[in-house]
């Protein structure tokens, strides 16, 4: 009785992380405290869980990688990567990103680049966005630090009793695997790589025209508004409905509703505009504001909600200038649209916007306004030494990971590199109650024989292929569920599993667990997948479908590449 609860709960938190119903850490977190309460899991397991070595290992990762970013090392490569050649640019970024990866984490080295990307003089965005994010994803399978879920397997296998993997065993195949994916970007840039025209990521800003305003009693061409810089006009609502404008016939009244589009880069010209209000905000981001370039995040408090709806002003201590939503097109004012992830805003945001503890959980940030944080030369040496020394002094086991990270973020602080401020705000709490969780839900998956059982049922679909189809069983199963789901969430369902699965064959768990390893970060089919897809999907103008076209093959051969590598470094037996 005990076991179908438990799969019940199961299969209603799936099917609710596919739907996007709430956010990921509330799913994982109520789940556990379900388990809790009715009694599946005693209070010790579950607090020992949040305090695991690899989740202390990922949280100072973290933070640590915040300075590292800020090296001036770090924010000059990308004037030297992208060339007129586009496989060689293509070479040059998935290489550089891919190692700078390996090293720091995912989102950061991809949002690091997207911003000098897109203003490349030799070729359109869309052509080297989606390598970026790829990269990325490829660096991170190369180390135990490359990626948040590499950790958190660990801590399954630390929980587990079973020896935890090493800082560089991943390289075996990793290595393998980033070449691979690099040369098959190289080689299918000129034909599986999207070219979206320019005019398809320009930002959509939503002005209402005041009374008193010059634009009244005048059409769209008399008041000059189709030779402005960088500008143009998109619609005319008037009471919820779009106007004909292309003739002089129809002339612009009070409290309509201008759409124009533009780039970050035009934003000034709406100065010469008369009379209007952005988003209801009086030319607000021309008096001591920066803007900011964001994108909706998978965890946003903002999903679903409506534009004019949300309070930036109260919420972020910003005002919204402009929206973008990949190449859809918008029929109706900006203001109706219900907010989804991946949408990406220009923010007009005063100082105080970067210390809002609410900012990084709600958007990624491609393009920031503190570009004063950017380390002097010396100091960047400094950081770069001292993080690079953790890592080998961790490789050559003469000091713990954990241990070197706190030294280096001791040091970090006293040198005042980064404040305690900085750190109280980036501590990643809800993926700390994701991983915690999992860990428990892991328990009770193993505990109460739900993993064996579907260990079992899997069996019998494979079982032509013995203790190798078990593997692949494995492999597809999660890189299955990362697609859908998110990869961390995915790594957690089906770490269990896996470790069933070997037990059942008797086989030696660590190729299953490589299997789960590799296949959780293997989302290359869907933007939805994986964050920097997610990031890169609006900042390129792609669709699902350029995802598609270029993703399979790059899945294809990395599902290759993994099933017939790890068993060959992690033998069965």
């Known amino acids: 009785m005990i076991e179908i609860f438990i799969i019940l709960t199961l299969v209603v938190f799936v099917i609710l992380l ?6 990921t850490y509330i799913l994982f977190g109520g789940l556990l405290l379900i388990y809790y309460l009715f009694g599946l899991i005693d209070t010790k397991t579950m607090l020992v869980n949040f305090v695991n070595t690899s989740l202390i290992k990922l949280v100072l990762l973290m933070i640590v990688s915040l300075v590292v970013q800020r090296t001036v090392m770090i924010n000059g490569l ?9 496989k060689r640019s293509v070479f040059n970024l998935t290489a550089v990103v891919s190692l700078m990866s390996a090293f720091l984490n995912n989102t950061a080295a991809v949002a690091a680049m997207i911003a000098p990307v897109k203003k490349n003089r030799f070729h359109p965005p869309s052509k080297l966005l989606i390598p970026l994010s790829y990269s990325a994803i490829f660096g991170g399978t190369m180390t135990l630090i490359g990626t948040s879920t590499n950790l958190i397997v660990n801590g399954f296998v630390r929980s587990a009793g079973l020896k935890p993997i090493g800082l560089f065993d991943f390289a075996y195949v990793g290595i393998p695997l980033s070449i691979a994916g690099i040369l098959l970007l190289i080689i299918f840039s000129d034909k599986l790589l999207a070219k979206r025209d ?7 800003v939503e002005a209402s025209v005041l009374s008193g305003s010059k634009l009244i009693g005048n059409s769209i061409e008399k008041n000059g508004l189709k030779n402005l810089n960088g500008i143009s006009v998109e619609a005319v609502m008037r009471n919820g409905k779009r ?7 129809e002339t612009i009244k009070a409290g309509d509703i201008i759409i124009f589009s533009c780039n970050k880069d035009n934003l000034a010209s709406f100065s010469f505009i008369d009379g209007i209000t952005i988003f209801g905000k009086k030319n607000r981001y ?3 504001s920066a803007i900011v370039e964001v994108v909706v995040s998978r965890f946003s408090d903002l999903i679903g909600k409506t534009i004019e709806n949300v309070d930036f002003e109260t919420t972020f201590d910003a005002s919204m200038v402009a929206f973008k939503r990949g190449t859809e097109t918008i029929s109706g004012t900006i203001g109706k649209i219900k907010i989804k992830k991946g949408d990406s805003f220009l923010i ?8 809002r503890q609410n900012l990084r959980k709600n958007f990624y940030i491609i393009s920031d306004m503190n570009n004063n944080k950017i380390l002097s030369r010396k100091k960047s040496y400094i950081a770069l030494f001292l993080f690079f020394a953790a890592i080998i002094s961790a490789a050559l086991n003469l000091i713990p990971l954990i241990k070197g990270l706190l030294i280096v973020l001791t040091v970090f602080i006293l040198l005042k590199f980064i404040t ?9 709490l809800e993926l700390i109650i994701i991983i915690g969780s999992a860990l428990g839900i892991s328990d009770v998956m193993v505990n109460f024989g739900v993993a064996q059982m579907a260990a079992r049922f899997m069996q019998p679909v494979f079982s032509e292929w013995g203790v190798m189809g078990g593997f692949v069983g494995v492999y597809l199963f999660t890189l299955l569920l990362t697609e859908l789901i998110t990869n961390n969430a995915a790594a957690a369902l089906a770490f269990p599993i896996a470790l069933q699965t070997a037990n059942l064959y008797g086989a030696n768990p660590y190729p299953f667990i490589f299997a ?3 296949a959780a970060s293997g989302s290359f089919i869907f933007p939805h997948g994986y964050q920097t897809n997610l990031m890169v999907a609006s900042a390129g103008g792609y669709k699902t479908s350029d995802f598609i076209k270029i993703g399979i093959p790059v899945s294809i051969v990395y599902s290759i590449i993994v099933i017939f590598l790890v068993p060959i470094f992690f033998p069965f037996k």
């Open 78 to 86: 990308s004037d030297l990567l992208i060339k007129k050649s586009l």
């Open 18 to 23: 596919i739907r996007n119903s709430s956010r």
């Open 243 to 249: 106007l004909d404008m292309s003739g002089n016939s």
């Open 198 to 204: 320019g005019s398809a990521l320009s930002y959509l």
């Open 286 to 288: 021309l008096s001591n």
């Open 348 to 355: 007009s945001a005063d100082t105080e916007f970067s210390k």
């Open 516 to 518: 789960v390893i590799y």
């Open 420 to 428: 305690f401020e900085e750190i109280k705000r980036n501590i990643p």
